[in-house]
Antibody, heavy 121, light 106 residues
Framework: EVQLVESGGGLVQPGGSLRLSCAASGFTFSSYAMNWVRQAPGKGLQWVGYISARSTTIYDADSVKGRFTISRDNAKNSLYLQMNSLRDEDTAVYYC??????????????WGLGTLVTVSS | SYELTQPPSVSVSPGQTASITCSGDKLGNQYACWYQQKPGQSPVVVISQDNKRPSGIPERFSGSNSGNTATLTINGTQAMDEADYYCQAWDSSTVVFGGGTKLTVL
């Protein structure tokens, strides 16, 4: 069974840092691209970033560029999101999501349950 | 930046057909996907590659994408289909989501 479990969320002050993790199981993690998607309270989905299966390609949204870094460790079946210089508007539930085939339009076929990040003083 | 536009809300009677549109410049030139999200739950893909239903998604869900508009159609809408629906596409090196449509079944 495919499972994605996010962790690392919590309360952080503006300007602070946080590192989110996404533990994958039930599939060959190293064969899949991954994404981070967030959702502010009561709002829609917002894409944060993408990392290819072997980390050769990384994209991130303009809203987090220069502040957030996506990485992965295929040996540990884990995806990460390092978040620095956090702002109030980064408050959201952060999901990791698997993407089988970007060019083939597969979409994000499995999502974790999410972890809540709250940026507040 | 690229934008996908959805109606904020759509209402449908049980058993009727619901259509949710997603508009974007030349959207038909790329693949569109659709996600269903119920309160307190993670999104679930209901349509990928414009019109493919993933395993486990009921046949009443279908999709199309042409020109500037992708459409999610739910035939014989059921109460359990009440949810928020989001379209999604890649634009070059960016993933774009539509603003979401709240489907009400009443």
């Amino acid at each position: 069974e495919v499972q994605l479990v996010e962790s690392g969320g919590g309360l952080v002050q503006p300007g602070g840092s946080l590192r989110l993790s996404c533990a994958a199981s039930g599939f060959t993690f190293s064969s899949y691209a991954m994404n981070w998607v967030r959702q502010a309270p009561g709002k829609g989905l917002q894409w944060v970033g993408y990392i290819s299966a072997r980390s050769t390609t990384i994209y991130d949204a303009d809203s987090v560029k220069g502040r957030f870094t996506i990485s992965r460790d295929n040996a540990k079946n884990s995806l990460y999101l390092q978040m620095n210089s956090l702002r109030d508007e980064d408050t959201a539930v952060y999901y990791c999501a698997r993407e089988p085939n970007r060019s083939g339009g597969s979409g994000f076929d499995f999502w974790g349950l999410g972890t809540l990040v709250t940026v507040s003083s | 930046s690229y934008e996908l536009t959805q109606p904020p809300s759509v209402s449908v009677s049980p058993g009727q057909t619901a259509s949710i549109t997603c508009s974007g410049d030349k959207l038909g030139n790329q693949y569109a996907c659709w996600y269903q999200q119920k309160p307190g739950q993670s999104p679930v893909v209901v349509i990928s590659q414009d019109n493919k239903r993933p395993s486990g998604i009921p046949e009443r869900f279908s999709g199309s994408n042409s020109g500037n508009t992708a459409t999610l159609t739910i035939n014989g809408t059921q109460a359990m289909d009440e949810a928020d629906y989001y379209c999604q596409a890649w634009d070059s090196s960016t993933v774009v989501f539509g603003g979401g449509t709240k489907l009400t079944v009443l």
